[in-house]
Each structure stands twice: as C-alpha cells, then as structure tokens.
C-alpha cells in the first residue's frame, strides 16, 4: 500500500496531469445539425470541466457509417475539425488536457441514421440485439430503435476503415487534440472484431485471437504514424462472471475475456501505447472486476492505467492504494459536477445527475449543473 491522494500530479507522454480525476467519454448528443458539429455549447460543456486532470470527448465518429446515435459528432469534415478546435481551445485556456474519443459503431447502428439508408457495416453480418439506438433525439423524446442488420466488410473495406481512423487522428491533430484514444470497448466496431462472438471472418481478420486483435493493432498503428504512441490510449471494456442481456448487448461475450484482453493490452504495451483505459461494467448490482485481472493487467502494461464505472473518490483512492491504478473516470458524477475535483479536495456534498437530459437537447442539464460556492 502507498498513499497516493488523487490530487497527485501525474506524468506521460510528455504531460503532467495535476490530479487522477478524469472526465471519461461521454455521449452527450448535443452537435449542431446538419453535419453532426461540435459547438460553442459543446465548448462551454468541456471548459466547465477543465480542472479534470485528464479529459476523454465523447465517442466521436470517425465517418459517416460510424454514427449509430442521432447528434454525436463527428472529425471527418472541415467544419467538424473547426468545431472541435473551438473544444480545444477553451479546454486548454483552462489549463486542461484533452484526448478525442475516435468511434465507430460497427452493426449498433439503424439504417436511418447511415448514408443513403444503407445497411450498418461490421465484421461479419451478425445483428446486435439487447441494445437499443437513439434514432433522434431530444429532452426526454429519444426515438429508440433496433439495431439494423449489418452487412459483412470486404477486406479491402477493412483495410479502408483504417486508413479512415489514421485521417481521423490528422483531423484531431488539425483540432488541437492533445492524442486519441481508440474505442475498442461496449461492443463497437473495434470490439465487434475482438469478440469471436460478433467476428465470423474467415480472412486475416478473423479466426484465432491474433487475427481477431489485426484490425486494433493494426488502426493503433495507423493513428502512433499520426500522433506517436504515447499519444494514443485505447478503452476496453472486459466483463466477468455475468448471464444478463447486457454482456450480450455490449458484444463481451468472451469465452475467455482475461486471455483475450491481457493479450491484447500486451500486445498494445509492444506498440508503446500511452495509456488503457479500462471501462468497469456499471449498471446495478454489476460484477466487480477480479483482483487477479487487476494485477495481470498491471504486470503486462508498463503505462498509466485507467479505470471507470461507478467510481466512487472512496473507490478510486483504494484502487490507486492498491497500486491497480492511476487514474479515474468518473462519468455521471463528472456530468453533474463540472468542479468535481474541487468538491473532492474540499469534501463537498456532489449534485445528483439528471437522467432525462443525458442525452440531446441544449444547455439544461448540460451546463447548468451548479457549482459549488467559492
Ligand atoms: C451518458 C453516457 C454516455 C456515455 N458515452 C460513452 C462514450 O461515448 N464512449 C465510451 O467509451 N463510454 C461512454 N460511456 C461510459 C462512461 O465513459 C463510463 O465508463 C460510465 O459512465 C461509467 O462511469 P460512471 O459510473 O462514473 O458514470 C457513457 C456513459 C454515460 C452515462
């Protein structure tokens, strides 16, 4: 046990990080329409919460097909990159860092939402079920539906999707991003390869765990040419022990997921990559993560290692005791209060967040969370 306070400072790739508080990515549905575009909402949101240590956007498509949410943004067009760099910029007025969530959806996604009304892509034409998409949106009016039934990628479309996440990491080069970080976690595309479950393929991306895991080293690769390892962290999402709908929802189905992601964080830990980020399952009664998948991790990845899902400041600082890990995502608290860590140093009461305005609508719910008197 060592006592670290989570307001010690923090260093990688060339950044200090003044305390283990981090705002994990968080979809909060709010772009500018048409054209999916960050904004001067978008920028306010961020900055309020720039005293986190370390911030994560929110999952952000990397192109048209990588949309399975009305209103996320996007860093594909000239006017998304403009968008974000108003993000960055009020964010590094604040002192803060900032890394940008690159995404694509894979099969959790409706027609309605991709180009022409085309089928979503995916490794293999498997619909995703026990997951539901936001086909609009707005406060408490969400239109839910069905994922679509995807069709399978060529390989040569996969080998495209990567050049796609390589122009991504240029454009949040051109925003001013600090680095990226890779959803690789919740049943997206990238996870959507990992899984045997959702990846039937028969080519050099499907098959055993090294041909599973091409498509992740191969993306990180493409985005280290653009911003160097250090700068790229990815997020996994492993589940243990649960039979509920939601393992298969989020595409975690692993026959083995303690083999799959320790291999697969070894494997990110060859490439140099500057962080993981490790999303805990965190709906009710959810299972805790193994002490031995704690440690294994820790053995095999020689960088900072974060983790999130239903973190607690009482959790957090046990877990950094421990020596598990360095920093925290806290989400729905973070959502509800934009001057967390200044709650925590201070030992002050937190606001409650409100569910119905999570996703889309305008600044209520979004920048009106108060914060704590000086
Ligand atoms: C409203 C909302 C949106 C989210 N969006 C994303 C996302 O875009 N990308 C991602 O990797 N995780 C996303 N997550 C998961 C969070 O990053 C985090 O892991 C989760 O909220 C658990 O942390 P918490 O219990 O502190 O809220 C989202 C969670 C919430 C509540």
């Not at 830990?269 to 704690?294: M, Q, T």
Request: proline residues 6%; glycine residues 10%.
């Amino acid at each position: 046990m060592t006592d670290l306070s989570l307001f010690e400072p923090l260093s990688f790739a060339g950044l200090t990080l003044k305390n283990r508080i981090a705002l994990p990515p968080l979809t909060r549905s709010r772009s500018t329409q048409p054209g999916d575009i960050p904004n001067a909402l978008m920028s306010a949101y961020y900055r309020q919460r720039a005293t986190a240590g370390f911030m994560i956007t929110e999952g952000t498509q990397i192109e048209p097909r990588g949309q399975g949410y009305a209103w996320t943004p996007g860093i594909y067009s000239p006017e998304q990159v403009a968008g974000w760099q108003q993000v960055t910029r009020a964010v590094h007025e604040e002192g803060g860092i900032i890394f940008c969530q690159l995404w694509h959806v894979g099969r959790v996604s409706h027609t309605s939402l991709q180009p022409d009304g085309q089928a979503p892509v995916a490794p293999s034409a498997l619909k995703a079920t026990a997951v539901k998409v936001f086909i609009e949106t707005g406060p408490e009016s969400g239109a839910l539906a069905d994922p679509s039934m995807p069709r399978e990628l060529t390989t040569a479309e996969v080998r495209e999707l990567v050049e796609m996440y390589r122009v991504a990491a240029v454009n949040a080069k051109k925003a001013g991003f600090d680095g990226v970080e890779l959803h690789s976690a919740n049943g997206y595309l990238l996870n959507q390869f990992i899984s045997e479950h959702t990846n039937h393929r028969t080519d050099e991306y499907g098959g055993s765990l090294e041909k599973r895991l091409r498509f992740l080293r191969e993306v990180t690769e493409a985005v280290i040419s653009v911003f160097g390892a250090q700068r790229v962290g990815v997020r996994f999402a492993p589940l243990f022990e649960t039979t509920t709908e939601e393992r298969v929802y989020l595409g975690l189905v692993e026959s083995d997921p303690h083999g799959t992601y320790i291999r697969a964080a070894s494997m990110l830990n060859d490439l140099g990559v500057g962080y993981l980020s490790i999303a805990e399952a965190d709906w009710d009664n959810s299972p805790d993560l193994p002490v031995s998948f704690r440690e294994a991790l820790r053995e095999t990845f020689s960088g900072p290692i974060m983790y999130s899902g239903r973190y607690t400041e009482k959790k957090a600082k046990q877990v950094l005791a421990d020596g598990y890990g360095d920093l925290f995502g806290f989400g729905r608290t973070f959502i509800a209060n934009p001057d967390l860590p200044r709650r925590f140093r201070d030992g002050l009461s937190l606001n409650p967040v409100n569910h119905a305005t999570l996703y889309g609508g305008g600044e209520q719910g979004y920048i009106d969370y108060p914060f704590s008197k000086p």
